[in-house]
């Protein structure tokens, strides 16, 4: 579930093309053992690895072809140019997005979430999984920040009786971007960090037990020719391999392993460390319709640019006055009815900037409400993903 500031109504078909480049066992060479075996070693590495669909409801309809669209806090995920990207109905030099999404176990019990070949097993609901990802992007004329949290907490469940145990691990990904649009929008490039962690704690006893944490890179481009119906948009993410640090209540044994003892005796692996593979997102967009996909970007500022160039030449025209006002005044009083007739004039300048700029709010708003609604979009995308070896998924450590 996500919720957004703004909403437009939309008519869609999408088309999504995932390929996933990875091994077909949790193993590398054997310290984890073959797949479906126990987990006997902290020599691995988790794997994060998220397809195109973990987003908001828009980009789940769009199948996650969304790379090219990147339109609000939605397309922060897909694409690190997004938050410079300016939709139709944004016209004001300063504007602002804000998401806010959760995720229950409820919604993951009837699925393969992990995309493991079978229905994802939630132990301990309600409390075992929980995803939390605010957002908000802020945008300044055609530069833009973007920040996006994706927090996702796991309970460490005793497999055999089901019961939950007192160990959480808890794995924040970070998304800060800064985007830059050009030429009216047309064309929006972006560069953004992302840092992964993991840390394991016991939330009855305070402090964390061990920590895996790393930064990783990512790049993007929209181009939106305002002529065309069409948007193409590329996305690229470096890998991510943390590295740990640990509390003195979890070190590791003589074998190096961080091993945590449950309820019934047998013990839980820990890896010593997350990784997150690179990966490649490229698709394009095209709309059939009445409607625009690219209508030039202009601000309501830039729109009344004549009137403000005229005001700043008054304006100087005044100051110029006030100043040779002031240096004839023969008195107190002859100086202060000057500045006082001064800031009379700036004011009444003011006042007809901000009727210029409701005037063409007004306009440009009656321009939107007549716009032909219906429209067909048609998106794809694919997105090649890299292999992390020596690795298990989410759902291996879990279980």
Same mark, same amino acid.
């Given at each position: ?59 789940? @309809? ?27 109905? @944004? ?309």
């Amino acid at each position: 579930m996500l919720l957004s500031r703004k909403l437009s109504p939309q008519v869609s078909i999408s088309i999504a093309l995932a390929a996933l480049f990875a091994s077909g066992h949790a193993r590398a060479g054997g310290p984890v053992g073959s797949n479906g075996q126990p987990i006997t070693t902290s020599e691995y590495s988790l794997d994060l690895f998220q397809g195109p669909l973990f987003a908001g409801s828009r980009v789940t @309809s769009l199948g996650g072809a969304y790379v090219a669209i990147a339109e609000d806090v939605d397309g922060d995920l897909q694409n690190p140019a997004a938050p410079a990207v300016r939709p139709f109905f @944004s016209y004001t030099h300063f504007d602002y997005w804000l998401g806010f999404g959760v995720t229950f176990p409820a919604d993951l019990a009837n699925m393969d979430f992990f995309n493991s070949g079978s229905k994802t097993h939630v132990p301990n609901s309600p409390k075992s999984f929980v995803f939390f990802t605010p957002a908000v992007n802020l945008q300044w004329g055609e530069f833009a920040i973007g920040l996006n949290l994706a927090i996702q907490n796991y309970a460490l469940s005793d497999p055999v009786m089901g019961e939950r145990r007192g160990v959480t691990a808890t794995i924040p990904t970070t998304h800060l971007q800064i985007a830059r649009g050009f030429e009216h929008n047309q064309l929006v490039f972006g560069v953004g960090v992302r840092y992964v962690s993991m840390t394991v704690n016991e939330p009855d006893q305070g402090g964390f037990l061990f920590r895996s944490s790393g930064p990783g890179f990512e790049f993007g481009g929209v181009f939106k020719p305002e002529a065309l119906p069409l948007r193409l948009g590329i996305a690229y993410r470096t890998p991510i391999i943390t590295q740990a640090s640990y509390s003195d209540k979890l070190l590791p044994n003589e074998n190096g392993d961080l091993v945590l003892k449950r309820n019934d005796g047998s013990s839980i692996y820990l890896p010593k460390s997350v990784s997150s593979p690179w990966d490649l997102n490229f698709g394009f967009a095209v709309q059939f319709g009445a409607r625009p996909l690219n209508p030039p970007w202009r601000s309501d500022e830039e729109l009344i640019k004549r009137q403000l160039l005229e005001r700043e030449l008054r304006e100087l025209e005044y100051d110029e006055d006030l100043q040779r006002a002031i240096a004839l005044s023969r008195s107190a009083s002859d100086r202060s009815a000057a500045k006082t007739e001064y800031d009379k004039k700036i004011a009444a300048e003011e006042r007809a900037t901000e009727i210029a700029l409701l005037k063409v709010k007004r306009g440009i708003e009656k321009k939107l409400t007549a716009m032909n609604r219906f429209y067909v979009q048609v998106a794809a995308s694919m997105l090649l993903s890299g292999a992390v070896e020596n690795s298990v998924g989410v759902e291996s450590l879990v279980n």
